[in-house]
């Protein structure tokens, strides 16, 4: 009995907690880029968020148009500035661990590279009455360490659907 008791109080908690939880796809990066961004965030109260998005890049390293990072695991802070009940503007702070490769030198030799950046967006979302998540957000980073081979800035852009629960 004591058992069911707890498994019932921790799932009651559960599903409290989680009510201010939503999860996100990117679109834009789906559809255009060949990539995929998902991201969870969690609400802290009325004017601010934190999240996690995990990037990865399927679009073959020949083509032109393509992100240079592979993959990213992106944490962020968000401050909503208006709370309009429509589009509810944010800025944000996001630090980005990012995983690329180089272009190839004269030799043809490329190497492989790790670095963090730290950096700043905006953005606005909207949720509906039904819990339905559209967001649109921009940012851009700066790479902190390994500046001899990585890039300088990594972009954080996109048009994004999902759900809150």
Known sequence: ???????????????????????????????????????????????????????????????????????????????????????????????SLNFAETKADEFGDTKNYTDFALGLGAGAKHVSRNGYVFEINAGVGRNLFNSSVSRQFVPRFGISVGKQF
Do not use: C, W
């Open 1 to 95: 009995m004591k058992k069911v008791l707890f498994l019932f109080v921790l799932l009651s908690t559960l599903n409290i907690t989680a009510q201010n939880s939503e999860i996100k796809v990117d679109l834009l990066d789906i559809l255009v880029l060949r990539t995929l961004d998902v991201s969870y965030e969690h609400q802290l109260n009325d004017e601010a968020s934190m999240g996690l998005s995990v990037f990865i890049n399927f679009e073959p390293k020949s083509n032109n148009f393509r992100y240079n990072e592979d993959f990213q695991i992106t944490p962020y802070f968000r401050q909503f500035l208006t709370d309009t009940g429509g589009f509810d503007v944010f800025g944000e702070l996001f630090g």
